[in-house]
């Protein structure tokens, strides 16, 4: 039997694992923990400025980062914090809200304990949008003006033998700004902040949520909807807290990140100073990729082995990573909706909750991105994967070319995504419908058909396969997942539908049987390995905006409440949390925006 599809775990590092079971209640315990990979190991920008407060639009030509201070947020309040990850990470929950902790989280790391440092980093990145290489996007139109305008990372430590990278995002400018104030507002960090934790409860690999704290008197302008409005675009101006919310992983490494050098080390070299800078940027590009193996892949690619020859697992490990994880975005009903190169981590883990969503009804063309197009949609990510993929690949190739043996194998793990995203996918949907396979012609048969009724009842896509997961006698608990119900379609209609439902339904029922004979298994297995991989409880849009629009007046107890509900997301919890958030999407939310559609998330 299939079971919940396995997500790669972060890579460890070997390091002196802290042995101590007490927490760390302190920032100063926590710098202990501190070790500056990447500031220590990469290249700085020669045109930086010492002290870090290097806050203007610029051109950045060359080096893997930029020394930046943050910018603090005034008067901070404390939002929240992740209990999960304080845990998992040995921190005591008291420092979230401890004076020490709290400034250095909100930006000023003017007092940070040695051996913490008080200049934190941004890093520049390129852009391709579904595989098409974009300069204009910078001020500059070169692509040198372009990477985190508003994330600065200002720790890396090394806790329990792993290795993270802890990032402010609206800690403030920085070169890469492009004349934008370096700041996230409210709204956006609570999303965001929630949807991490709540992707990690579901068994998607992500970036992690630590803390957020908010200003009570620094606001910024954004454009957002009026209540209610169904306005594709934002129809008002209303200024805004800013907010910091810092979130963690074991780099933050891009494929836009990688692309940036493999750009640059492409360029001609027609003159003899340009061969020298092509020379340089081929350092950099060979400096910045094995980095990304040690932070990312160092316990799948032996540090013994050549240049050639890692570059050619990473990019199979690569493949590995972003399929299984785009599988999962399906399987949890996730749309990350602005999957550019610059918004793919190459390490393979789910980064940037700007327009994300989690559909409600089945849709595979389901999109919270007014913006993001079809290419972004619900069932076209792997598309979009495959395009970033091919873009990470055609980034490692000058790394290759001297090695005509590696750049072959590179070319057959590149034309062979498809056939991988497939085979994941599939896994995933036969994980999904509690069969051990889709492969014979009947399955195959049955999942379209399904599809074809999902779209046209249409379902709520969450409902509908946790319901299915009780494996039921007849169809009607699935039809708690209908939008249309029998009383408001027509009657004939709704007879024509429910047939269609009941045949579907007998033909799975005797699949499923005849996949549990085989296996040596039974129905109460099947639905116990079901509600493994079909969870309850999705962070819908609609749940989250009461959490922000409470939260702008200072009570944060939705968000608590939501930090409980979604982080078990595949628990049955109490009768109570069933009523309030296992349900259909009401109908006065549809086409709302700011609930139903985004046009744009900072
Ligand atoms: N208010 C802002 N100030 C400065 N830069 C910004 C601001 N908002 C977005 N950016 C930058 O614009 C680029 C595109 O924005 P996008 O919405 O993809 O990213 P984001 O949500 O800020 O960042 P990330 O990808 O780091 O999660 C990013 O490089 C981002 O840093
Ligand atoms: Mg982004």
Request: net charge negative; charged share 20%.
């Given at each position: 039997?299939t079971n919940?599809l396995?997500q ?7 390091a002196i ?7 760390v209640?302190?920032l100063g ?15 700085c920008?020669?045109?930086a400025?010492e002290n ?10 060359s080096?893997?980062?930029v020394?930046?201070?943050?910018t603090?947020?005034k008067?901070p309040?404390y ?5 999960a ?12 809200e401890?004076a020490h902790?709290?400034?250095?989280f ?5 007092q ?11 890093t ?8 098409t290489?974009f300069t204009h ?6 692509g ?5 305008g508003?994330?600065?990372s200002v720790l ?10 802890m990032?402010l ?12 104030d ?5 709204r956006?960090s ?5 949807a ?6 579901l068994?998607v690999s ?7 704290y908010?200003s009570?008197?620094e606001?910024?302008k954004r ?5 209610g ?13 800013v907010?910091i919310?810092?979130r963690v ?7 836009g ?17 340009q ?20 932070r990312?892949?160092a316990?799948?690619?032996?540090s013994q082995?050549s ?7 990473l ?7 972003l399929?299984s ?5 399906i399987?949890?009903?996730?749309c990350?909706g602005?999957?550019?190169?610059d918004?793919c981590?190459?390490g ?5 909750y ?7 009804v ?5 999109q919270?991105?007014?913006?993001g197009?079809n ?11 495959q ?5 990470f690949c ?8 001297d090695?005509k043996?590696h ?7 590149q034309?062979?995504?498809s056939?991988v ?8 949907w ?20 399904l ?18 997961s ?11 997942s ?6 408001q379609?027509?009657e ?6 429910d047939?269609r439902?009941i045949e579907?339904f ?5 699949l499923?049987?005849s996949d ?5 298994s039974?129905?109460?297995e099947a639905a ?17 905006k ?12 939705l968000i ?11 628990a049955?919890?109490s ?12 109908l006065?939310?549809?086409?709302v925006?700011?609930v ?7």
């Amino acid at each position: 039997m299939t079971n919940r599809l396995p997500q790669k775990k972060n890579s460890t590092v070997s390091a002196i694992p802290t042995t101590s079971t007490s927490k760390v209640a302190t920032l100063g315990e926590l710098a202990k923990l501190a070790n500056y990979s990447l500031m220590d190991t990469l290249n700085c920008d020669p045109d930086a400025t010492e002290n870090g407060v290097d806050y203007a639009p610029r051109q950045v030509f060359s080096g893997h980062y930029v020394p930046i201070t943050p910018t603090p947020i005034k008067d901070p309040e404390y939002v929240a914090h992740s209990n999960a990850f304080f845990a998992e990470l040995g921190l005591a929950d008291s420092m979230a809200e401890s004076a020490h902790f709290m400034r250095m989280f909100t930006g000023d790391t003017s007092q940070v304990p040695a051996p913490m440092r008080k200049i934190g980093w941004a890093t520049g990145y390129a852009l391709s949008i579904y595989g098409t290489e974009f300069t204009h996007q910078c001020p500059f139109q070169t692509g040198n003006g372009y990477g985190d305008g508003r994330a600065i990372s200002v720790l890396e430590a090394v806790i329990n033998g792993q290795r993270w990278e802890m990032q402010l995002k609206g800690g403030g400018r920085t070169p890469y700004c492009r004349g934008a104030d370096g700041r996230a507002v409210l709204r956006s960090s609570i999303r965001e902040f929630l949807a991490q934790e709540h992707m990690h409860a579901l068994d998607v690999s992500t970036s992690r949520s630590l803390s957020l704290y908010v200003s009570k008197t620094e606001t910024v302008k954004r454009y957002w909807y009026t209540e209610g409005s169904r306005s594709e675009n934002p129809d008002m101006m209303s200024a805004e807290a800013v907010a910091i919310s810092t979130r963690v992983a074991p780099s933050f490494i891009r494929v836009g990140q990688i692309e940036l050098f493999a750009r640059r080390a492409r360029e001609d070299g027609q003159f003899e100073d340009q061969l020298d800078e092509q020379v340089h940027a081929m350092q950099e590009l060979e400096k910045i990729v094995l980095h990304l193996i040690d932070r990312e892949y160092a316990d799948v690619i032996d540090s013994q082995l050549s240049t050639p020859e890692k570059v050619v697992i990473l990019a199979r490990e690569f493949r590995g990573r972003l399929t299984s994880l785009i599988a999962n975005w399906i399987r949890v009903g996730f749309c990350q909706g602005n999957f550019n190169s610059d918004n793919c981590a190459a390490g393979g883990f789910t980064l940037d909750y700007g327009p994300f969503g989690f559909c409600d009804v089945f849709n595979p063309y389901y999109q919270p991105w007014t913006g993001g197009g079809n290419h972004y949609s619900f069932l076209n990510q792997p598309k979009a994967a495959q395009s970033n993929f091919e873009s990470f690949c055609s980034a490692l190739r000058p790394l290759l070319a001297d090695h005509k043996d590696h750049l072959l194998a590179l070319d057959e793990i590149q034309r062979e995504f498809s056939t991988v995203m497939d085979s994941e996918m599939q896994s995933m949907w036969a994980a999904k419908l509690g069969l051990s396979t889709l492969n014979p012609t009947a399955h195959k048969v049955l999942f379209n058909e399904l599809l074809t009724l999902m779209m046209q009842t249409p379902v709520d896509y969450t409902i509908f396969f946790r319901e299915l997961s009780s494996i039921p006698d007849d169809i009607r608990p699935l039809k708690k997942s209908f939008y249309n119900s029998s009383s408001q379609a027509n009657e004939s209609d709704s007879h024509q539908r429910d047939t269609r439902w009941i045949e579907w339904f007998a033909t799975w029922k005797a699949l499923l049987n005849s996949d549990c004979e085989e296996n040596g298994s039974n129905l109460e297995e099947a639905a116990k390995q079901m509600k493994l991989v079909n969870p309850k409880y999705i962070l819908r849009e609609w749940f989250v905006k009461p959490a922000y629009q409470q939260a702008t007046e200072g009570n944060y107890a939705l968000i608590r409440e939501l930090q409980d509900v979604m982080n078990q997301p595949y628990a049955e919890q109490s009768q109570e949390v069933e009523d309030k958030y296992y349900r259909l999407k009401p109908l006065e939310f549809f086409k709302v925006g700011g609930v139903s559609h985004l046009s744009c998330s900072s």
